[in-house]
C-alpha cells in the first residue's frame, strides 16, 4: 500500500537554527499539506501546496516558514530561525484532490522537532 | 469560539461496552466529514468519512446533522485495540485547498 514518508522521525536543533523536514508525498497525488501538533493539544493546519505553487496558508505560516517541491518527489518544509515554540509533530499529507466526495488524505508519521 | 468542538474525554470503558463520541462544528461552510483516528504520538488515520445520511463500518457508525452542526461515532463491543484519541475533522469549501479542521479529540480507553 502507497505510503507517506517523512524524514527525519526526531529533529533536535538549537534556538534559531533552520531546518528542513522532508516528506515523499504518495506518487499520483496532486495536493500536499503540512500539519503541525503541540504536545498535548489539536492538529493544526500549516499549508496546502497544489501546482507548484501555495495555494493556502495558515496565520501561523510566517515568514520563518517556507515550502518547496525541489523535484518530482520531496515537498519539503523550511522554519528559518526555530524558536522554542516551534516544537510539535510536523505531518506532512497529501490527497489526489480534495474534491467534493470527501477523499482521504493520507498523512506520513511525522516528524518531532525539539528546538532547545 | 473553536471551530470543531468535541467531549473533552477521557472515557474509560470495559471491552464490550458500547461508547458514543460527539462532535460540533461552527462554520456551516463545512462540506466534508470525518472521523480519524491517533494513537500515541503517531499520524492520524481516517477511520471513516462521515455522509449525510449515515454510515456504518463494522462495530462504527457515524451520523451527522447538519442542521444541528452535529456528528457522532457510536464504537459497539468495544475492544481492547479500539484504545485511541478520536479526532472529529471537518474540511472547507469555498476558496480552501481543502485543508483540514481538527477537533482536539477525545480518549478513549478500553479496559479488560
Known amino acids: 500500500e502507497p505510503e507517506v514518508t517523512q524524514t527525519p522521525s526526531h529533529q533536535v536543533t538549537q534556538m534559531g537554527q533552520e531546518v528542513i523536514l522532508r516528506c515523499v508525498p504518495i506518487?499520483?497525488?496532486?495536493?500536499f499539506y503540512w500539519y503541525r501538533q503541540i504536545l498535548g493539544q489539536k492538529v493544526e493546519f500549516l499549508v496546502s501546496?497544489?501546482?507548484?505553487?501555495?495555494?493556502?496558508k495558515s496565520e501561523i505560516f510566517d515568514d520563518q516558514f517556507s515550502v518547496e517541491r525541489p523535484d518530482g518527489s520531496n515537498f519539503t518544509l523550511k522554519i528559518r530561525s526555530t524558536k522554542l515554540e516551534d516544537s510539535a509533530m510536523y505531518f506532512c499529507?497529501?490527497?489526489?484532490?480534495?474534491?467534493?466526495?470527501?477523499?482521504?488524505?493520507?498523512f506520513g508519521p511525522g516528524t518531532r522537532l525539539t528546538v532547545l | 469560539r473553536k471551530e470543531v468542538e468535541q467531549d473533552p474525554g477521557p472515557f474509560n470503558v470495559p471491552e464490550g461496552a458500547t461508547v458514543a463520541f460527539n462532535c460540533t462544528y461552527s462554520?456551516?461552510?463545512?462540506?466534508?466529514f470525518f472521523w480519524y483516528r491517533q494513537d500515541c504520538r503517531k499520524e492520524p488515520k481516517l477511520l471513516m468519512s462521515?455522509?449525510?445520511s449515515g454510515n456504518e463500518d463494522g462495530r462504527f457508525t457515524a451520523q451527522l446533522n447538519r442542521a444541528s452542526q452535529y456528528i457522532s461515532l457510536l464504537i459497539r463491543d468495544s475492544k481492547l485495540s479500539d484504545s485511541a484519541t478520536y479526532l472529529c475533522v471537518v474540511r472547507l469549501y469555498g476558496g480552501s485547498q481543502g485543508n483540514l479542521i481538527f477537533g482536539k479529540g477525545t480518549k478513549l480507553s478500553v479496559k479488560p
Open positions: 499529507a497529501s490527497i489526489t484532490t480534495p474534491g467534493p466526495i470527501g477523499n482521504e488524505q493520507f
Open positions: 462521515v455522509y449525510s
Open positions: 506518487s499520483n497525488h496532486l495536493y
Open positions: 501546496f497544489y501546482n507548484n505553487e501555495i495555494s493556502e
Open positions: 462554520n456551516s461552510a463545512s462540506q466534508s
